[in-house]
């Protein structure tokens, strides 16, 4: 007899055939695989994307006060400082001057929507406190987020009051 009749010995021709057929495939993937690609020297750092980057956030700079100057915060769409600011901090998210401005303009916005409210202006003042909550997240100042959740409740309140006197004032119409 060929086979052996242990169990144990039975399985030693198949996981040797398994063995050789990795074996050989390994040897063929080494030689024909991606190892050219591996043993090539690392590229130079690209220093004109740096300098690109660079003249960029300048670019955008210049795009910031002229639009702050026109009064352009957050529309036209594409062409406003708060567009400009959030490109600047994608490119270089530590940018103190792009910090720095973009508190200047979150604490516009929250001074506007103070006068909006005082005005009776819900919707102008709703739409500038979200203005202002969609850059919050580059607010270091405590004092200003909070001074955002303070104008919020203001502006709640006085929508409330609004509708209480209309309400009123039509019951008295009766």
């Known amino acids: 007899m060929f086979w052996p009749t242990r169990p144990a010995t039975k399985l030693a021709l198949p996981i040797a055939c398994v063995l050789g057929i990795t074996a050989a495939g390994w040897w063929w993937y080494s030689q024909s695989g991606p190892q050219a690609s591996s043993k090539a020297p690392p590229p130079p750092p690209n220093t004109t994307y740096v300098e690109t980057s660079n003249n960029k956030i300048h670019d955008l700079s210049i795009k910031v006060r002229a639009a702050m100057d026109a009064g352009r915060l957050y529309t036209p ?85 609004s509708i209480i006197k209309k309400e009123r004032e039509q019951e008295i119409e009766r």
């Open 77 to 161: 769409e594409g062409d406003n400082a708060q567009y400009y600011l959030t490109s600047i901090l994608v490119l270089s998210p530590n940018n103190r001057s792009a910090k720095a401005t973009i508190t200047r303009l979150f604490g516009m916005y929250l001074e506007q929507a103070g006068e909006a409210i005082t005005d009776l202006k819900y919707a102008k003042a709703n739409e500038l406190l979200n203005q202002a909550s969609q850059v919050s997240f580059s607010i270091q100042d405590q004092t200003l987020l909070e001074q955002l959740s303070s104008l919020r409740l203001d502006l709640f309140a006085a929508q409330q009051q």
